[in-house]
């Protein structure tokens, strides 16, 4: 469901994105589209600028898009996304 392409995109937007669960896919969309008929029921998983500070702040963190995609994905997967 989330991949690397995910993550790396959502790293190298320099607006406001958030990563989505929508419709069954993972989508990185523009923070203010969250609130539009399109994003309508979109899970937000992790903003951009939130997974910036993770990742800045935990040395430990992988810097594998790849690795960091598999952790969320698992992630959503428990709490039932």
Not at 31 to 42: I, N, Q, T, V
């Amino acid at each position: 469901m989330i991949a690397g392409d995910h993550v790396r995109e959502l790293l190298n937007r320099e607006d406001d994105a958030v990563l989505v669960l929508l419709r069954g896919r993972a989508e990185v969309v523009p923070a203010p589209e969250l609130d539009s008929d399109r994003c309508r029921g979109a899970l937000p998983v992790v903003s951009g600028r939130d997974l910036r500070e993770r990742l800045g702040a935990d040395r430990s963190a992988p810097d594998d898009p790849d690795v960091v995609a598999a952790a969320l994905d698992a992630t959503v997967r428990e709490q039932g996304g």
